[in-house]
């Protein structure tokens, strides 16, 4: 009987010593954009029912930085977010062909109700179907790279870094 145990704890230890992550090849992240974009991403027929004028759009951008920035940073591509590329998997960048293929619906649908395993969040019951359409409008109408700068905390941080490696230099 203990060998038994001891075998299976053995086999055990093997198998998960050979887990890891890792970036998924070009045929497993074809395979799951197809699934997302095809099946498991609800909204695909629901249009966006906020036109995107000036106004909307300067909103969706403010909740969009309010809400969205501390992950995507303000201009969709993770500027300035020290994790986003850490991430398993990483933070995609909004503007890429990946996520823009998504329809207005879809992508309200993902705001709404986030995606698992990926940590996206779920943002029901804190935005609402307005404002999740105005983030989606301003999605739609992304800056360029960099352009906004980086979010507040960021910025605190970075400072906070760089003020630290000013005081280790000064007392060597």
């Known amino acids: 009987m203990n060998t038994i145990r ?3 704890v053995i086999t055990c230890a093997m198998i998960l010593s050979g887990c890891r992550v890792s970036q998924p090849g ?14 498991t991403v609800g909204g ?15 909103d969706g951008q403010k909740h969009f930085g309010h809400h969205c920035g501390i992950c995507h940073g ?4 993770a500027t300035g977010v020290p994790f986003a590329q850490k991430m398993a998997p990483p ?3 909004l503007s890429s062909s990946d996520v823009q293929e998504y329809k207005d619906g879809q992508l309200k649908w993902i705001i709404e ?6 940590g996206m969040p779920s943002w029901k019951g804190i935005l609402d179907d ?6 989606v409008n301003f999605m739609r109408h992304l800056p360029p790279k960099g352009s906004l700068g980086i979010a507040e905390v960021y910025k605190k941080e970075q ?4 003020h630290m490696h000013m005081h280790e230099k000064d007392s060597k």
């Open 113 to 118: 109700n986030g995606i698992n395993p990926s």
């Open 130 to 135: 307005e404002e999740m359409w105005k983030i």
């Open 91 to 93: 933070i995609p960048s």
């Open 159 to 162: 400072e906070e870094h760089e």
């Open 6 to 8: 001891i075998a299976i």
């Open 74 to 77: 303000l201009d969709g591509e």
């Open 26 to 39: 070009r045929i497993e992240s074809e395979m799951a954009k197809d699934v997302k974009h095809k099946i």
């Open 44 to 58: 695909k027929n629901t249009p966006n029912p906020i036109p995107a004028t000036p106004e909307n759009l300067a």
